[in-house]
């Protein structure tokens, strides 16, 4: 019979290096040197004029540095034993049940993982979808994010897009309507709960009615939090998009609001549905539950010294600050006349698109005849009085336009 021993009775192995050792000395040349010298102080620059990506610069991570001594790696379940044991499996479940608290689920209700990004997330999502609604259709507005339309055909299911209103959240009207066409087959919805340009937040309520309505009853819904996944839970009478409010699994970004120098994700699903897709594979003792293989243990322990750090009153406080930032560049654009607006709880600043260089300086999504300035923790007055200089000199005297307002 096969005896397991305790890791306590293995005698310990002699190293001839340790795992702190320095690299061989001279690996890099002078000029190679010199390309990172050059390629960091290109990096500060660029940082420093960020305003168009929901990407928060504002973290230190700089206590971990010791830990990149370890090829950590969380292959596997998280919230299983595995083979390969360098990993930081433990700070991950505990980054999974902040978010699990934030969404209104309990233990043992959920399950997840810490995600490579947020498309990672709603793969994850739809895989499961698919998974539990067999021949389901995918419902999404065509407000969303590009990588939804990637995921359906990497998953080959059938989708249907539904018409968006004018300030960017799903036509509910619309969603009835292509719902009708379809009442024989099941439904997977995909909301936006922060559209990526106008951030619009679908209606986790009426999407449900119109479920109702036309009689459906095999649904799935998918939340897609990338960015407001980590926003809304902390502003007072904000739509609800958990899992007390009908959704079967949210993706959330983690280098999006919390902010880190990889990027990164959690996604939650109700455990019952995840039972059902589950593998076991030998080679790495553990199940199979996840859309990666090897998988990122530094941002689990990056995710999980933020929440500790911050904790939901520091967060609480950081979205605050971005939303009040958002009215401060709304007043300094409407002073010289610069159509934008807000879309309610939200931190992005949609804008009639400023000329070129004005969008390359300062990094701006831009889509058609707009653009957006999304107010992440990183964004300062300073900065938005910056960007507002530049408007001012490449526009020095725009023709006051009418204010519009997304209805
Ligand atoms: C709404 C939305 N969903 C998904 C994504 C994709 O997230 P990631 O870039 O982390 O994969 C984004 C990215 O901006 C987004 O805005």
Redesign the pocket.
Same mark, same amino acid.
């Given at each position: 019979m096969l005896k397991t021993f305790a890791l306590e009775e293995f005698a310990p192995v002699p190293e001839e290096r340790g795992p702190l050792a320095a690299p061989p000395a001279g690996a890099l040349d002078a000029a190679a040197q010199a390309r990172l010298d050059r390629l960091y102080e290109a990096l500060k620059r660029r940082a420093a004029h960020m305003l168009g990506?929901?990407t928060n610069f504002d973290f230190d991570y700089r206590e971990l540095e010791r830990f990149f001594a370890f090829s950590m790696n969380n292959v596997g379940d998280p919230f299983e034993d595995t083979l390969y044991s360098v990993n930081t499996h433990e700070f991950e479940r505990e980054a999974i049940d902040f978010f699990a608290q934030l969404y209104h689920i309990q233990k043992p209700n959920y399950w997840g993982y810490v @995600?490579?990004? &947020? $498309?990672? &997330?709603?793969m994850y999502g739809l895989y499961l979808a698919r998974e539990v609604c067999p021949n389901g259709v995918v419902y999404f507005s065509e407000d @969303? !994010?590009y990588?939804?339309m990637k995921i359906v055909h990497v998953l080959n299911l059938k989708h249907i897009v539904v018409r968006s209103q004018k300030n960017g959240e799903m036509d509910y009207g619309d969603f009835a309507d292509m719902l009708r066409l379809n009442r024989d087959k099941p439904v997977i919805a995909l909301a936006?709960? &922060? $559209? @990526?340009m106008k951030g619009a937040v679908d209606d986790l309520g009426k999407i449900r009615q119109a479920l109702h309505d036309n009689a459906i009853h095999h649904s799935y819904i998918h939340c897609? #939090? #990338?960015?407001?996944g980590m926003t809304l839970p902390f502003i007072k009478d904000a739509p609800a998009f958990d899992f007390a409010a009908g959704a079967d699994s949210i993706?959330v970004?983690? !280098?999006?609001f919390i902010g880190m120098p990889t990027?990164?994700?959690v996604v939650i699903a109700k455990r019952h549905n995840v039972e059902r897709v589950k593998a076991a594979i030998e080679y790495i003792g553990a199940s199979d539950t996840t859309i990666a293989g090897s998988r990122n243990g530094l941002s689990s322990l990056m995710l999980w010294r933020a929440i500790q750090a911050l904790g939901r009153k520091g967060f609480e406080a950081q979205v605050k600050a971005c939303l009040n930032m958002a009215d401060y560049a709304l007043a300094r654009l409407a002073e010289i006349g610069w159509p934008a607006w807000v879309n309610p709880y939200s931190n992005i600043v949609v804008l009639d698109r400023p000329p070129r260089e004005i969008i390359r300086k300062w990094q701006l999504a831009v889509k058609d005849d707009f653009a957006h300035l999304i107010m992440m923790p990183h964004v300062s007055k300073a900065k938005i009085d910056a960007f507002m200089r530049d408007l001012r000199r490449v526009c020095p005297a725009p023709e006051p336009m009418p204010r519009r307002s997304a209805a």
């Amino acid at each position: 019979m096969l005896k397991t021993f305790a890791l306590e009775e293995f005698a310990p192995v002699p190293e001839e290096r340790g795992p702190l050792a320095a690299p061989p000395a001279g690996a890099l040349d002078a000029a190679a040197q010199a390309r990172l010298d050059r390629l960091y102080e290109a990096l500060k620059r660029r940082a420093a004029h960020m305003l168009g990506y929901p990407t928060n610069f504002d973290f230190d991570y700089r206590e971990l540095e010791r830990f990149f001594a370890f090829s950590m790696n969380n292959v596997g379940d998280p919230f299983e034993d595995t083979l390969y044991s360098v990993n930081t499996h433990e700070f991950e479940r505990e980054a999974i049940d902040f978010f699990a608290q934030l969404y209104h689920i309990q233990k043992p209700n959920y399950w997840g993982y810490v @995600t490579q990004g &947020g $498309t990672e &997330g709603n793969m994850y999502g739809l895989y499961l979808a698919r998974e539990v609604c067999p021949n389901g259709v995918v419902y999404f507005s065509e407000d @969303t !994010h590009y990588s939804v339309m990637k995921i359906v055909h990497v998953l080959n299911l059938k989708h249907i897009v539904v018409r968006s209103q004018k300030n960017g959240e799903m036509d509910y009207g619309d969603f009835a309507d292509m719902l009708r066409l379809n009442r024989d087959k099941p439904v997977i919805a995909l909301a936006n709960i &922060g $559209t @990526t340009m106008k951030g619009a937040v679908d209606d986790l309520g009426k999407i449900r009615q119109a479920l109702h309505d036309n009689a459906i009853h095999h649904s799935y819904i998918h939340c897609d #939090a #990338a960015l407001f996944g980590m926003t809304l839970p902390f502003i007072k009478d904000a739509p609800a998009f958990d899992f007390a409010a009908g959704a079967d699994s949210i993706a959330v970004s983690g !280098h999006k609001f919390i902010g880190m120098p990889t990027p990164s994700g959690v996604v939650i699903a109700k455990r019952h549905n995840v039972e059902r897709v589950k593998a076991a594979i030998e080679y790495i003792g553990a199940s199979d539950t996840t859309i990666a293989g090897s998988r990122n243990g530094l941002s689990s322990l990056m995710l999980w010294r933020a929440i500790q750090a911050l904790g939901r009153k520091g967060f609480e406080a950081q979205v605050k600050a971005c939303l009040n930032m958002a009215d401060y560049a709304l007043a300094r654009l409407a002073e010289i006349g610069w159509p934008a607006w807000v879309n309610p709880y939200s931190n992005i600043v949609v804008l009639d698109r400023p000329p070129r260089e004005i969008i390359r300086k300062w990094q701006l999504a831009v889509k058609d005849d707009f653009a957006h300035l999304i107010m992440m923790p990183h964004v300062s007055k300073a900065k938005i009085d910056a960007f507002m200089r530049d408007l001012r000199r490449v526009c020095p005297a725009p023709e006051p336009m009418p204010r519009r307002s997304a209805a």
